[in-house]
């Protein structure tokens, strides 16, 4: 059973009232919108969208949604930030206040939100945005701040008992935005009289960011402040009603926000912890990615490198408590196609023994899992990055003789589709033993023993004969008749033939390589080798 389903089959349990009811299932996830938004919090999105998409052909009610959050204070500079010295002001004030780094766009954390759901949209899931800001304003969080405030000696109780960390009787679970410098990051709220808190803005609070010193007392309600991170996740399973909500490996660990985030809310918000979809980091490069450090890259980027249906099926392969390891310089890329089309060939019976879990992940890549294609062909990677290398070679023509009829409209386009993403990653990213150049003539340095000598001789009489229609399945016969006839190993054989052309000891299919080039120059470096 594919992962997906299995965990439906366990949200089906749990909420069976809820369901037996009609009551939307609300599934929900985040990001705070500090910088341009990192790939890893993608397969989040991917995660609740397709749980969400298979709720959805169970015929079971659900809403993903999606938090756009430009509430947190602005706490860091990312790496690519244009002008980065004119934004050292605004750190510490919450993210919708800062203005926008680009020309058109309402604030900062708009460009940076609406490049994410650009990047979504392409493939297509049920999925609903919001920004965070107005709930507080309307005053959605007033009850949950109240409660907060109410039970501080509670709430401190559990970060020491659950984190160990240990916060002064005079800590309490609010930041005040401040009146005088508008920062949220640096104020402390020092007292509560159940109607207003009096705060204090700290110039060393916290390293990012200058407190202006100001003391003050202000409603905390409507927009005027908001909770910290470790409260606010359990406030807003409350407050929107949430029923799933996974989080990154991170917040799951020991002793970690989840963990702190669940006695909150059961204990304090009274509210049950969603079910929970844990899931692993996503490495570029073995390394864990970090937009605020640099490593790795965004969502964007990487979402520019496969077509929409690659990107969902990078997301999607693995379970979610394993981590994704993409690496665009080496293998990744080729791996992802090729593992695509074994996918198609169990979808469309194209294998001798059909998987069912195979065929099954496949129709969840598709943009339209309803109406997936039909007997879909396509070019294997390898060999389409070989054709886009060959100046004399029509990549069209190429398809059609490999596919041995025609291209429907829909082959076409998938074709001109993927060129498009292969040439790409050849210019920057393909690893050496993915560039071809073809040689003039055969290397000097082609060391060949006597069988392989025999073998080639063999080879070149077997493609002289005039019968023999110049095309890759049946040159591949002949040659694999001479490897039959003569007891020469597959490697001994073919590896000659990749040198003599390529200079290199492997290649596209043999066959299918050698009719590529005009059979006279073929017969012609084949006797040359062989003498």
Not at 207 to 218: D, L, P, Q, S, V
Not at 492 to 521: D, H
Request: net charge negative.
């Amino acid at each position: 059973m594919v992962w997906v389903d299995r965990i439906v089959e366990q949200i089906q349990e749990r909420f069976a009232n809820e369901i037996a009811s009609r009551h939307p299932l609300l599934l929900r996830d985040e990001k705070t919108l500090s910088g341009r938004v990192h790939v890893g919090s993608l397969r989040g999105i991917v995660i609740h969208g397709l749980i969400a998409q298979v709720l959805a052909e169970k015929g079971i009610g659900s809403t993903f949604r999606f938090e756009l959050n430009d509430f947190d204070p602005m706490d860091e500079f990312p790496m690519n930030l244009p002008r980065r010295e004119e934004f050292a002001q605004y750190m510490g004030q919450p993210l919708y206040t800062v203005p926008s780094p680009v020309e058109g766009a309402k604030n900062y954390p708009t460009v940076f939100g609406e490049e994410l759901q650009s990047v979504v949209s392409k493939v297509r899931l049920p999925i609903e945005y919001y920004e965070l800001t107005p709930h507080y304003q309307r005053g959605e969080f007033n009850e949950v701040i109240r409660d907060a405030l109410d039970h501080a000696a509670e709430i401190r109780v559990i970060y020491r008992e659950v984190s160990g960390s240990k916060k002064p009787d005079d800590w309490y679970p609010l930041q005040v935005i401040c009146e005088k410098c508008g920062k949220v990051g640096t104020t402390q709220v020092t007292a509560w009289d159940h109607e207003k808190v009096v705060y204090v803005c700290k110039p060393d609070l916290v390293t990012w960011a200058k407190g202006c010193g100001h003391t003050g007392t202000i409603s905390p309600f409507d927009g005027n402040a908001k909770l910290p991170w470790k409260v606010e996740w359990p406030a807003k399973w409350k407050v929107f009603g949430v029923h799933i909500e996974g989080a990154g490996k991170d917040h799951g660990a020991a002793g970690g926000s989840r963990d702190i985030g669940r006695r909150i809310s059961e204990e304090i918000f009274h509210y049950p912890e969603p079910f929970n979809i844990p899931y692993e980091f996503f490495n570029i490069g073995g390394k864990k990615m970090s937009a605020s450090k640099g490593l790795g890259a965004s969502a964007k980027e990487v979402s520019d490198l496969l077509p929409p249906t690659l990107l969902k099926l990078l997301m999607i392969r693995k379970v979610p408590n394993q981590p994704i390891d993409f690496d665009p310089e080496g293998t990744t890329i080729p791996t992802l196609f090729d593992e695509y089309d074994r996918l198609s060939d169990h979808y469309f019976k194209r294998h001798t023994e059909p998987d069912a879990d195979f065929a099954r992940t496949f129709r969840l890549t598709q943009l339209d899992p309803a109406q997936a294609p039909e007997g879909l062909w396509q070019m294997r990677f390898t060999t389409l990055s070989f054709v886009l290398q060959m100046p004399h070679l029509d990549l069209v023509g190429e398809a059609e003789k490999l596919k041995g009829a025609g291209l429907s409209p829909i082959e076409k386009k998938s074709l001109e589709e993927r060129a498009h993403y292969v040439r790409q990653w050849l210019d920057q990213y393909a690893p050496a033993e993915y560039k071809y150049v073809i040689l003039a003539e055969p290397p000097a340095s082609l060391t060949l023993d006597a069988e392989q000598k025999k073998a080639l001789s063999a080879v070149h009489a077997a493609l002289s004969e005039k019968s023999l229609l110049w095309e890759g399945p049946k040159i591949h016969e002949r040659i694999h008749a001479v490897k039959a006839e003569l007891q020469i190993s597959p490697q001994k054989l073919f590896q000659p033939l990749y040198e003599i052309f390529l200079g290199r000891k492997s290649g596209p299919q043999v066959g299918w390589f050698l009719s590529t080039f005009e059979r006279e120059e073929v017969l012609k470096k084949l006797l040359c080798s062989s003498l």
